[in-house]
């Protein structure tokens, strides 16, 4: 019996798991089309407050499904504290309530969200790269393409009413395309967020392409290894006829 509600207990935790990635990516395919086709900077639409709603609803329901099973349930609960207040759907709550924000209330907002969009982007690609079937080399490329990809979204969403030289979301990705390889663009942030951007991406970039270079040095090392381990036995089994 208990064994059943051990089993009982993991599957939940499993399903519950698959659901927060599902929304993970809904999260960040939903939020990819409100910034590239939306007219205005941090406004966004009824219907994207509502896709949150639900998926900030698997997201608390993930957290204290995880709470719930910690040896340490209070101390998960400070640990992750974070995680459970970017879980709120505030942009939800304050539609519900008709409450009107300002400027700098629409901006802590739209930052919320953006930091939200880093968590999904996490788990996505925690759980990609933690796949057993999954190789390294998959990782990588997966992990340079989100974040090039990401990049490039949360400096269009910015740049892009302020800054006369990005004129769509393709002069963004080419941007930040060039930056994550350390090349360096013709476009140039004005706002803080770009610039802290254009800071971070060459940073990323620096650290992930030696990851690639150590791959493929990896890949061939055991084969040089076990070509000279064949040829120094044939030498002793020639040793050993003479």
Sequence with gaps: ???????????L??????????????LLASLSAEIIYSEELARFSEGYSWAM???????????????????HPWRFLLKNFVVLLLSIPYHTLLMWFNVAVGHNGEMLLSGIVMLRAVMALYITLRWLIARRTTRLLWAYIATVAVCTYFSALFFYEYEAPVNSAVHGFGDALWWACMNMT??????????????????????????????????????????????TTLADDGTNKNQEKR
């Design 53 to 71: 709603f639900g998926v900030c609803l698997i997201f608390i329901i993930d957290f204290f499904a995880l709470m719930a099973h910690s040896p």
């Design 13 to 26: 935790l499993r399903i519950i798991n698959i659901l927060t990635l599902v929304a993970s990516i809904l």
């Design 182 to 227: 350390t090349v360096g663009a013709e476009i140039f942030p004005v706002t803080a967020i770009g610039k802290v951007i254009c800071v971070v991406l060459p940073i990323i970039g620096m650290a992930m392409f030696p990851v690639f270079t150590v791959y493929v040095t990896s890949l061939y090392t055991p084969r040089e290894k076990r070509g």
């Design 1 to 11: 019996m208990a064994y059943a509600l051990l089993c009982g207990e993991r599957m």
